[in-house]
C-alpha cells in the first residue's frame, strides 16, 4: 500500500497526544529496528513495529490506527525489554489500540481479536476474573465463524481440569467493578 | 589621590547598542563622578582603531585608571590589558564591564538593558578607583615533558617533543609500547598493515636519545604545578633486569604454562608465563606474569620467597646471561622520582568487554561471537592464525559471518550514548580483510546508520559494499542463538520493513570503545576532569581541545573521547607543540591573580590562625602550611601559605578564612565592597 504524508500530517501533534496519554515519548526512538528484529509476531504484521513508531512521530495518524499491527502485538515486551532507546513499544500498542476503538479506527480484518478481548473484560467484569467456557461463549456467539475453531481442544482441557463449567467468583468483586468505572 | 578614570563603551556592533542606550551609559558614568574624566562609545572597542582609542586616550588625558564596558572579560580583557601596558599604565588598572554576556543578550527591552547598564558601569568604575598595580608572577620552568602511555598517541606526542630538542619521560603500564595499534591487522582507508607503519614509529621511540622508557611502569603520584611537576613513577617488578636480558627468547621457549590467555592477542591466542606480549615488543624483552607463574604460585602458597621456591626454575636455568643472570625473581617494585615541566596524558581506551551486558548476543557464552578487536587479531599476520580466518570453536573457516555494528555504542539502555566514531569504518574494512581471505565468503553488516566523515572515508565504506561484496541491512539484532553448528542470527531491515534471519558462522560485534577502567585514578593523581563517561575532558570544546582543565597537562588520544588514529596522531602532535611551547621559555609568566595569606609585622606575624580551612576548599592543593621561626630556630607560629604556582585565582580561601587572613590580588574586599556599595548607595 502506497501512503503519501503531507504537511497536514506532519505539522500534527499526534505524538504529543500520545505523549500525554502515555509518557511514551515517541522521539528518542532513532529507528534501529531491534524492536522488530526480535517481535515474535512480525511476520502477521502489516507494518512492522519500527514503522508504527515512525508513523507516530511523523504524525501519519490514520496508518497507525487502523494499522492491523497493533491488534496483532501480543503484549510480550520483548520490544521493550531490547529497546536501546527505552521506548515502551508494547505499551504504545496498548495506548494505539485505546485510541484506534475510540476513533472507530480499528481494523476490520481484526474485528476477532477486538471482540476476544471485549469477551476478556466482560468476564473480568461480571465475575473478577476470567470464566473460560463463559467467555468463549460470548466470543463464538458474536464471531459464528470461529464457532467450529479449536473444538477439539475443548474436551482436553476438561479433562486436565482445565475449564470449569461454573463461573468462579473472586472476593473483592466490588473493587473489580469500581477499576471499571474508573476507566470509562 | 583621586584616579583619572576613562570609560570606554563598546556598541559590539548591534550586540550591545540594540538592547543598550549606549550614549546615555556613557553620559550617566560620567555624572556625579568627579572621578571619571573622560567617557565615549565606539562600534568595535576591539578592532586595531577601538584600541588605539584607548591608547592614544591614555596618553592623552592622562588615565591612570580604565573601564571598557564591552563583551565578557574572558573574550578581551587581555586584549585591552596589553593596549594599556603599550602606554606604559600597569594593565591591572583596566576592567571589563560585561554589557554583553551579562546584560544585552539576556535583557529583551532597551530601558531595562540601559538601567541595568548604568549599574554595571558604576560598579566596575568604583573597583577601579581601588585598583592596585600588579606585577606577573614569575616560575622557573623544568625543561622536560612526561607522557603517560605508549599507544600511538603517546609515541608520537614523544617523538614530536623529543625532534624539538626538549627531554621526554615516557610511561607505559604494559611490557611494551604499541598500544591497541599495535593490535590491528590494517588500518582504514589504506588498507596498510597497522604494524609496518607503527613498529618504525616505536623502534624510533627507543632508540631517541632525548626519550627516556619507563615500561611495565605506572603513576604513582603527581605534585607540582605548571613547570614544575615532581612524579613518582612506580617501575613494577618485571623479575626481569632490563640491563642484563638480551632477549635472546631462551626463557619463554622452556617455560611450562603454555595456556595463559594472551592479552595481546585478546584472548584468541596462548601465551607462556614469561613473555613478551608480540614479537615486535619494544622492549623485547620478557616480564613474568607473577599471578599465573608455578614458581610464584607455590611461594604465595607456602609463604617464601620467590627465589626460595625449588618447584620450576626452567627460565633462570635456561637463561645464557652468566655469571650474574639475567632473571631475579625476587625484584620488588621500584619508585623513580622525575622532575618535569610538561604533562601528557595519551592513556588510551578499552575495548567494550563487559559481554554480560549482552545477554542477547549470547553474554560470551557462544565462542564464535567475538569483537572487532578480536577479529583484528584473526586476521592479523601476526596473530593466532597467523592471518588466517578460523572461528575459534572449532577452528574451520567461516562462510557466512555477520558484524553487528553499534554494540555498546548509541545505547543508553545499556549505559552508553555516544557513537564510538570508528566502528562504521573498521567494520567495512573487516568485510573487505574477511573478502580478501575467504573469497567464497559473504559478509553481512547490520548497522543502523553508516557514519564514515573523513578524507576517503565514504568512498571506503561504499567500496566495502559495492565492489566487495558486503550485504549491508539497516536494522538491529535483536538476538543470535545456537542452532547446532551455526549462530542464528534475528535482525531486521527497516528498509523492507522486514525481519532477517540469518544463519551465520561467526558473528563479529563492533564493540564500542570505552574509558580505560581507571581512567577516573589518573584523572584524580593529575588533577584534571573527566565527563560522565569517564573520557578524560578538554577546557574548551573548539578552542582548548588538548588542554586539560590543570595547566601544564595535556590530552592526546582517545583517553579524550572516541577517535580513530589519523585524528589521535594529529591531536598529539598538538599537544606537543603546545609542550614545546610551554618548555620555549626560562620562566613562564602567569596572572598576579592569586591569593596571599596575611604577614604581619612581630609580636603578631600573620594574622591567620592556622585553622587550615582554606586548604581543605582548595580544589588546586595551593595551600601549604608555613613555621614562622624565631631566630633561634622555634616555632613560633604554624599559619596557612600559598603556593603561587598552583593557586588559579579562584577565591575559595578567601571567602572561607575565618579571620580575614586570606586577600586575593585584584578581587580583595576592599575592591569588591566599593562594588557592592556602588550598587546599593546610588
Same mark, same amino acid.
Given at each position: 500500500?502506497?501512503?503519501?504524508?503531507?504537511?497536514?500530517?506532519?505539522?500534527?501533534?499526534?505524538?504529543?497526544? @500520545?505523549?500525554?496519554?502515555?509518557?511514551?515519548? @515517541?522521539?528518542?526512538?532513532?529507528?534501529?529496528?531491534?524492536?522488530?528484529?526480535?517481535?515474535?509476531?512480525? +511476520?502477521?504484521?502489516? +507494518?512492522?513495529?519500527?514503522?508504527?513508531?515512525?508513523? @507516530?512521530?511523523?504524525?501519519?495518524?490514520?496508518?497507525?490506527?487502523?494499522?492491523?499491527?497493533?491488534?496483532?502485538?501480543?503484549?510480550?515486551?520483548?520490544?521493550?525489554?531490547?529497546?536501546?532507546?527505552?521506548?515502551?513499544?508494547?505499551?504504545?500498542?496498548?495506548?494505539?489500540?485505546?485510541?484506534?476503538?475510540?476513533?472507530?479506527?480499528?481494523?476490520?480484518?481484526?474485528?476477532?481479536?477486538?471482540?476476544?478481548?471485549?469477551?476478556?473484560?466482560?468476564? @473480568?467484569?461480571?465475575?473478577?476474573?476470567?470464566?473460560?467456557?463463559?467467555?468463549?461463549?460470548? +466470543?463464538?456467539?458474536?464471531?459464528?465463524?470461529?464457532?467450529?475453531?479449536?473444538?477439539?481442544?475443548?474436551?482436553?482441557?476438561?479433562?486436565?481440569?482445565?475449564?470449569?463449567?461454573?463461573?468462579?467468583?473472586?472476593?473483592?468483586?466490588?473493587?473489580?467493578?469500581?477499576?471499571?468505572?474508573?476507566?470509562? | 589621590?583621586?584616579?583619572? *578614570?576613562?570609560?570606554?563603551?563598546?556598541?559590539?556592533?548591534?550586540?550591545?547598542?540594540?538592547? &543598550?542606550?549606549?550614549?546615555?551609559?556613557?553620559?550617566?558614568?560620567? /555624572?556625579?563622578?568627579?572621578?571619571?574624566?573622560?567617557?565615549?562609545?565606539?562600534?568595535?572597542?576591539?578592532?586595531?582603531?577601538?584600541? #588605539?582609542?584607548?591608547?592614544?586616550?591614555? #596618553?592623552?588625558?592622562?588615565?591612570?585608571?580604565? &573601564?571598557?564596558?564591552?563583551?565578557?572579560?574572558?573574550?578581551?580583557?587581555?586584549?585591552?590589558?596589553?593596549?594599556?601596558?603599550?602606554?606604559?599604565?600597569?594593565?591591572?588598572?583596566?576592567?571589563?564591564?560585561?554589557?554583553?554576556?551579562?546584560?544585552?543578550?539576556?535583557?529583551?527591552?532597551?530601558?531595562?538593558?540601559?538601567?541595568?547598564?548604568?549599574?554595571?558601569?558604576?560598579?566596575?568604575?568604583?573597583?577601579?578607583?581601588?585598583?592596585?598595580?600588579?606585577?606577573?608572577?614569575?616560575?622557573?620552568?623544568?625543561?622536560?615533558?612526561?607522557?603517560?602511555?605508549?599507544?600511538?598517541?603517546?609515541?608520537?606526542?614523544?617523538?614530536?617533543?623529543?625532534?624539538?630538542?626538549?627531554?621526554?619521560?615516557?610511561?607505559?603500564?604494559?611490557?611494551?609500547?604499541?598500544?591497541?595499534?599495535?593490535?590491528?591487522?590494517?588500518?582504514?582507508?589504506?588498507?596498510?598493515?597497522?604494524?609496518?607503519? !607503527?613498529?618504525?614509529?616505536?623502534?624510533?621511540?627507543?632508540?631517541?636519545?632525548?626519550?627516556?622508557?619507563?615500561?611495565?611502569?605506572?603513576?604513582?603520584?603527581?605534585?607540582?604545578?605548571?613547570?614544575?611537576?615532581?612524579?613518582?613513577?612506580?617501575?613494577?617488578?618485571?623479575?626481569?633486569?632490563?640491563?642484563?636480558?638480551?632477549?635472546?627468547?631462551?626463557?619463554?621457549?622452556?617455560?611450562?604454562?603454555?595456556?595463559?590467555?594472551?592479552?595481546?592477542? !585478546?584472548?584468541?591466542?596462548?601465551?607462556?608465563?614469561?613473555? *613478551?606480549?608480540?614479537?615486535?615488543?619494544?622492549?623485547?624483552?620478557?616480564?613474568?606474569?607473577?599471578?599465573?607463574?608455578?614458581?610464584? #604460585?607455590?611461594?604465595?602458597?607456602?609463604?617464601?620467597?620467590?627465589?626460595?621456591?625449588?618447584?620450576?626454575?626452567?627460565?633462570?636455568?635456561?637463561?645464557?646471561?652468566?655469571? $650474574?643472570?639475567?632473571?631475579?625473581?625476587?625484584?620488588?617494585?621500584?619508585?623513580?622520582?622525575?622532575?618535569?615541566?610538561?604533562?601528557?596524558?595519551?592513556?588510551?581506551? /578499552?575495548?567494550?568487554?563487559?559481554?554480560?551486558?549482552?545477554?542477547?548476543?549470547?553474554?560470551?557464552?557462544?565462542?564464535?561471537?567475538?569483537?572487532?578487536?578480536?577479529?583484528?587479531?584473526?586476521?592479523?599476520?601476526?596473530?593466532?592464525?597467523?592471518?588466517?580466518?578460523?572461528?575459534?570453536?572449532?577452528?574451520?573457516?567461516?562462510?557466512?559471518?555477520?558484524?553487528?555494528?553499534?554494540?555498546?555504542?548509541?545505547?543508553?539502555?545499556?549505559?552508553?550514548?555516544?557513537?564510538?566514531?570508528?566502528?562504521?569504518?573498521?567494520?567495512?574494512?573487516?568485510?573487505?580483510?574477511?573478502?580478501?581471505?575467504?573469497?567464497?565468503?559473504?559478509?553481512?553488516?547490520? %548497522?543502523?546508520?553508516?557514519?564514515?566523515?573523513?578524507?576517503?572515508?565514504?568512498?571506503?565504506?561504499?567500496?566495502?559494499?559495492?565492489?566487495?561484496?558486503?550485504?549491508?541491512?539497516?536494522?538491529? $539484532?535483536?538476538?543470535?542463538?545456537?542452532?547446532?553448528?551455526?549462530?542464528?542470527?534475528?535482525?531486521?531491515?527497516?528498509?523492507?520493513?522486514?525481519?532477517?534471519?540469518?544463519?551465520?558462522?561467526?558473528?563479529? =560485534?563492533?564493540?564500542?570503545?570505552?574509558?580505560?577502567?581507571?581512567?577516573?585514578?589518573?584523572?584524580?593523581?593529575?588533577?584534571?576532569?573527566?565527563?560522565?563517561?569517564?573520557?578524560?575532558?578538554?577546557?574548551?570544546?573548539?578552542?582548548?581541545?588538548?588542554?586539560?582543565?590543570?595547566?601544564?597537562?595535556?590530552?592526546?588520544?582517545?583517553?579524550?573521547?572516541?577517535?580513530? *588514529?589519523?585524528?589521535?596522531?594529529?591531536?598529539?602532535?598538538?599537544?606537543?607543540?603546545?609542550?614545546?611551547?610551554? =618548555?620555549?621559555?626560562?620562566?613562564?609568566?602567569?596572572?598576579?591573580?592569586?591569593? #596571599?595569606?596575611?604577614?604581619?609585622?612581630?609580636?603578631?606575624?600573620?594574622?591567620?590562625?592556622?585553622?587550615? %580551612?582554606?586548604?581543605?576548599?582548595?580544589?588546586?592543593?595551593?595551600?601549604?602550611?608555613?613555621?614562622? /621561626?624565631?631566630?633561634?630556630?622555634?616555632? *613560633?607560629?604554624?599559619?596557612?601559605?600559598?603556593?603561587?604556582?598552583?593557586?588559579?585565582?579562584?577565591?575559595?580561601?578567601?571567602?572561607?578564612?575565618?579571620?580575614?587572613?586570606?586577600? =586575593?590580588?585584584?578581587?580583595?574586599?576592599?575592591?569588591?565592597?566599593?562594588?557592592?556599595?556602588?550598587?546599593?548607595?546610588?
Amino acid at each position: 500500500m502506497k501512503i503519501k504524508i503531507t504537511t497536514k500530517e506532519l505539522k500534527s501533534d499526534f505524538a504529543e497526544e @500520545v505523549k500525554k496519554r502515555s509518557g511514551i515519548d @515517541v522521539k528518542k526512538c532513532y529507528q534501529c529496528g531491534k524492536c522488530t528484529a526480535g517481535c515474535p509476531v512480525a +511476520y502477521e504484521m502489516d +507494518y512492522m513495529p519500527n514503522q508504527i513508531i515512525r508513523f @507516530v512521530q511523523i504524525g501519519a495518524r490514520r496508518e497507525a490506527l487502523t494499522s492491523r499491527t497493533i491488534w496483532l502485538c501480543a503484549s510480550c515486551i520483548t520490544c521493550t525489554t531490547r529497546c536501546p532507546k527505552e521506548v515502551k513499544i508494547a505499551e504504545l500498542m496498548d495506548v494505539l489500540r485505546e485510541m484506534s476503538l475510540e476513533e472507530g479506527l480499528a481494523n476490520p480484518l481484526e474485528k476477532n481479536i477486538t471482540t476476544f478481548h471485549e469477551a476478556f473484560l466482560n468476564s @473480568v467484569k461480571k465475575h473478577g476474573r476470567i470464566s473460560e467456557i463463559g467467555m468463549i461463549q460470548e +466470543y463464538k456467539m458474536k464471531r459464528p465463524k470461529t464457532a467450529m475453531q479449536d473444538l477439539l481442544v475443548g474436551p482436553q482441557m476438561l479433562s486436565k481440569g482445565k475449564l470449569s463449567f461454573l463461573p468462579h467468583n473472586i472476593k473483592g468483586k466490588n473493587a473489580i467493578k469500581k477499576i471499571f468505572e474508573k476507566c470509562k | 589621590m583621586s584616579k583619572k *578614570i576613562g570609560v570606554f563603551v563598546c556598541h559590539c556592533g548591534t550586540n550591545i547598542s540594540a538592547t &543598550v542606550d549606549v550614549e546615555k551609559v556613557a553620559e550617566e558614568a560620567k /555624572k556625579n563622578n568627579p572621578g571619571v574624566s573622560y567617557t565615549t562609545t565606539y562600534k568595535y572597542m576591539c578592532s586595531d582603531p577601538g584600541q #588605539k582609542l584607548l591608547r592614544d586616550k591614555i #596618553k592623552e588625558e592622562g588615565l591612570d585608571g580604565v &573601564v571598557v564596558a564591552a563583551c565578557s572579560p574572558k573574550m578581551h580583557e587581555h586584549t585591552f590589558r596589553n593596549a594599556a601596558i603599550k602606554t606604559g599604565l600597569n594593565p591591572y588598572h583596566v576592567e571589563i564591564s560585561n554589557l554583553r554576556e551579562q546584560c544585552s543578550w539576556v535583557h529583551p527591552d532597551k530601558p531595562t538593558g540601559t538601567e541595568k547598564s548604568i549599574d554595571l558601569v558604576r560598579m566596575m568604575t568604583e573597583k577601579t578607583r581601588k585598583d592596585k598595580s600588579l606585577n606577573p608572577i614569575k616560575v622557573p620552568v623544568t625543561k622536560r615533558a612526561l607522557v603517560i602511555g605508549g599507544g600511538i598517541a603517546g609515541i608520537q606526542a614523544a617523538l614530536d617533543i623529543a625532534d624539538g630538542g626538549q627531554e621526554v619521560i615516557m610511561v607505559e603500564r604494559e611490557a611494551s609500547i604499541g598500544g591497541h595499534m599495535a593490535q590491528l591487522s590494517e588500518t582504514f582507508p589504506t588498507l596498510d598493515c597497522s604494524q609496518c607503519i !607503527m613498529t618504525p614509529k616505536m623502534v624510533e621511540a627507543a632508540q631517541h636519545e632525548n626519550i627516556t622508557m619507563h615500561t611495565w611502569s605506572e603513576i604513582e603520584s603527581v605534585d607540582g604545578y605548571i613547570g614544575n611537576f615532581d612524579v613518582k613513577i612506580r617501575k613494577k617488578a618485571r623479575s626481569v633486569d632490563l640491563d642484563l636480558c638480551t632477549g635472546c627468547s631462551s626463557c619463554w621457549q622452556v617455560c611450562p604454562c603454555k595456556k595463559i590467555k594472551s592479552e595481546f592477542d !585478546m584472548g584468541m591466542g596462548n601465551r607462556t608465563a614469561i613473555y *613478551i606480549p608480540f614479537p615486535q615488543a619494544i622492549p623485547s624483552k620478557p616480564v613474568i606474569d607473577r599471578e599465573n607463574c608455578i614458581l610464584f #604460585k607455590d611461594a604465595r602458597k607456602k609463604n617464601i620467597k620467590p627465589n626460595d621456591s625449588k618447584v620450576c626454575r626452567k627460565c633462570i636455568d635456561a637463561c645464557p646471561i652468566a655469571p $650474574v643472570k639475567a632473571i631475579d625473581y625476587n625484584q620488588v617494585d621500584e619508585i623513580v622520582e622525575e622532575k618535569v615541566g610538561a604533562i601528557i596524558v595519551a592513556t588510551g581506551y /578499552k575495548e567494550l568487554d563487559d559481554t554480560s551486558l549482552y545477554g542477547e548476543y549470547g553474554g560470551g557464552k557462544y565462542k564464535d561471537v567475538i569483537t572487532g578487536l578480536q577479529f583484528e587479531r584473526l586476521a592479523s599476520a601476526s596473530g593466532p592464525t597467523e592471518g588466517a580466518i578460523k572461528r575459534p570453536s572449532d577452528g574451520k573457516e567461516p562462510e557466512i559471518v555477520v558484524f553487528i555494528q553499534c554494540v555498546g555504542s548509541r545505547d543508553p539502555a545499556k549505559g552508553c550514548s555516544y557513537c564510538s566514531k570508528t566502528c562504521c569504518m573498521y567494520t567495512a574494512k573487516h568485510t573487505m580483510l574477511f573478502k580478501h581471505k575467504v573469497h567464497h565468503g559473504h559478509a553481512f553488516v547490520f %548497522y543502523i546508520d553508516i557514519r564514515c566523515a573523513g578524507k576517503g572515508y565514504e568512498e571506503f565504506s561504499q567500496r566495502a559494499i559495492e565492489e566487495e561484496g558486503a550485504t549491508y541491512l539497516r536494522g538491529r $539484532v535483536s538476538r543470535i542463538y545456537k542452532k547446532g553448528e551455526k549462530l542464528v542470527v534475528l535482525g531486521a531491515d527497516t528498509l523492507t520493513g522486514s525481519v532477517v534471519e540469518i544463519e551465520a558462522d561467526m558473528v563479529v =560485534l563492533a564493540s564500542a570503545m570505552k574509558a580505560q577502567d581507571d581512567a577516573t585514578k589518573i584523572a584524580q593523581a593529575v588533577y584534571i576532569q573527566y565527563d560522565k563517561d569517564k573520557f578524560l575532558s578538554e577546557i574548551h570544546p573548539k578552542l582548548k581541545p588538548v588542554e586539560s582543565s590543570s595547566a601544564g597537562i595535556f590530552l592526546a588520544g582517545t583517553c579524550q573521547g572516541p577517535k580513530d *588514529i589519523p585524528e589521535t596522531v594529529a591531536q598529539a602532535g598538538a599537544a606537543a607543540s603546545k609542550v614545546l611551547a610551554l =618548555l620555549s621559555a626560562d620562566e613562564l609568566e602567569r596572572e598576579p591573580v592569586v591569593a #596571599k595569606v596575611d604577614r604581619s609585622p612581630p609580636p603578631v606575624f600573620s594574622t591567620c590562625i592556622g585553622c587550615f %580551612y582554606c586548604q581543605k576548599v582548595c580544589p588546586y592543593s595551593a595551600i601549604e602550611s608555613e613555621d614562622i /621561626k624565631a631566630r633561634d630556630g622555634s616555632v *613560633i607560629k604554624t599559619v596557612a601559605r600559598v603556593n603561587e604556582g598552583l593557586c588559579q585565582g579562584c577565591g575559595l580561601c578567601a571567602a572561607t578564612c575565618r579571620s580575614k587572613s586570606v586577600e =586575593l590580588a585584584g578581587f580583595n574586599d576592599e575592591q569588591i565592597y566599593a562594588e557592592i556599595n556602588a550598587l546599593e548607595f546610588n
